[in-house]
């Protein structure tokens, strides 16, 4: 951008994230310039050459004042998300979940952008990180050029290619008094520690077995890495492979029995507050269904509710944690921001709102203005908050939960307590929008 030029704020990636933040910028009143490199070239995914394509499924996730997924929709609609005015206009039902007619969902989003006077649309594949002020957004397929420039000027160590993820459970829903706190070889309380007798052992081993695997397309490329290995594939080995491996009983003491167990299967903390737990060395590509089973079959976890399931696939994503501010900004690229599963999210909504926040604080920094983070207690908040500040070592790509948020007090019910944070979390992100976002108050 010269002197005294209007500044135009460049965007890469016309997905979800990226549509968001242009559109965010657009109503700013700043310039943008957004660039897609469909058709010219195509990700092994996307099928058409129309901005915010839904590659997969058609849903956007549970709608209601008691879902994680609900506070987000809702703080989008507040915000004045363009997703989300494309999604109320095209939905289709789906019982308790937002789902929609995906051609004309995305015919909308194309067509809004490209006629706003604000944003010039480029069909060219970037291969350079853009010079600041910018947004990258090219998704978990970002072409090979721009992750090979990012790879060079983060870190190869910092962008991953390959989402090999564990399911992660809701602490609160685990049964402390079947399992108990210590580490192998110590007492220290890091590790949730499940024990297994060999009956239940045996019992978790025939449901395993049975587990349907989620068939991946050819591009998803599963190879399986050593020491990344999934459960699935480490029971299809043999009968005492897991016990062999992630499940290994060593240095693990019960307390109740003075024993180690014939089997454990240990959770790790994934965030500060330990509201979330993995399970450790559970990678799995499992029919998400078949997960909840195998996982439910684990003594403490009967009715563990999991926030997050397993994964196996081709995904692009950098190191949160090490990398990128609560505001999205990227901490070594100075006015350069990121948004989508690129940041670190998971989901066609949480993609969404990261762009949104993107494409504000990215329209903030061009006018001189200080970048902001919604409230913790809504979801967007809570959101960025854990992708800046996740237990570094095993950082996974998140989606929206009710264990990223702070917990409200009082005697309560799940129902009850969790439309209480749905409206301390609405209204906590509705009064912060009216007076960030400049003449427009937020949306009812
Ligand atoms: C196969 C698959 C299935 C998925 N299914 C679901 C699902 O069912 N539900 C769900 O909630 N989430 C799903 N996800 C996860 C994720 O939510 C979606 O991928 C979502 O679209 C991510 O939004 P995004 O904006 O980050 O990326 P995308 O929506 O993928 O957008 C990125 C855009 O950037 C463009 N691009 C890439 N590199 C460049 C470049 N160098 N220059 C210019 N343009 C570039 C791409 O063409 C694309 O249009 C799935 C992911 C994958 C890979």
Redesign the pocket.
């Known amino acids: 951008m010269a002197v005294g030029e209007k500044p135009v704020i460049q965007v ?7 549509v968001e933040a242009a559109w965010t910028l657009a109503r700013l009143g700043l310039s943008v310039r957004l ?4 058709p010219g070239k195509m ?1 092994p ?2 099928r058409t050459e129309k901005f ?2 839904l ?3 058609n ?1 956007l996730g549970g709608e209601g004042l008691s879902n994680a997924k609900g506070l987000l929709h809702a703080e989008l609609r507040a915000a004045g998300s363009l997703v989300m005015e494309a999604a109320d206009q095209f939905r289709v039902p789906a019982g308790g979940a937002l789902a929609v007619d995906r051609e004309p969902f995305s015919a909308y989003i194309t067509e809004k952008l490209s006629s706003h006077p604000n944003v010039e649309i480029v069909r ?4 350079e990180i853009p010079e600041p002020v910018a947004i990258l ?7 090979e ?2 992750a090979e420039a990012l790879r060079r000027r983060l870190g190869e160590n910092f962008l991953y290619f390959y989402d090999a993820a564990a399911p992660v459970v809701l602490g609160e829903t685990i049964d402390m008094k079947k399992c108990f706190r210590g580490g192998r070889f110590d007492q220290s309380p890091d590790y949730i520690n499940c024990p297994m007798t060999e009956e239940e052992y045996r019992c978790f081993y025939e449901v395993l077995t049975q587990a349907r695997q989620h068939t991946p ?1 050819d591009w998803e490329n599963l190879r399986f890495f050593e020491g990344c290995i999934p459960i699935e594939e480490l029971a299809r080995r043999g009968y005492l492979t897991p016990v062999f491996g992630p499940l290994r009983p060593v240095g693990i003491i019960d307390p109740r029995t003075g024993r180690e167990p014939f089997a454990v299967v240990q959770l790790r903390q994934e965030d500060r507050e330990g509201r979330l737990w993995s399970l450790v060395g559970f990678q799995t590509g499992l029919k998400w269904p078949d997960q909840k089973k195998v996982v439910q079959t684990i003594p403490g976890l009967e009715n563990a509710e999991i926030v997050r399931y397993g994964v196996m ?3 692009t994503y950098l190191h949160a944690p090490r990398l990128i501010r609560e505001t999205l900004e990227l901490k070594d690229v100075p006015g350069v921001f990121v948004a ?3 940041a670190g999210v ?4 949480e ?1 969404a709102a990261t ?1 949104f926040l993107a494409g504000l604080n990215a329209g903030r920094l061009a006018r001189g203005l200080a970048p902001v983070v919604p409230p913790p207690g809504s979801m967007l908040g809570a959101l960025v908050r854990f992708l800046a500040t996740a237990e570094p070592e095993n950082f996974q790509p998140m989606s929206a939960n009710w264990g990223l948020v702070p917990p409200v007090e009082g005697e309560m019910n799940k129902r009850t307590k969790r439309e209480a944070m749905f409206r301390r979390g609405l209204s906590a992100f509705q009064m912060w929008f009216s007076q960030i976002f400049p003449g427009h108050a937020a949306q009812p």
Do not use: D, I
């Open positions: 890469v990636g016309a997905g979800l994230a990226g660039y897609e490199m469909r990700t995914a996307h915010a394509e590659v997969c499924s849903s060219e594949e970037v291969a957004a090219t998704g978990p397929l970002t072409s050029a721009l397309h696939h081709r995904n989508g599963v690129l998971e989901g066609y909504l993609s762009g």
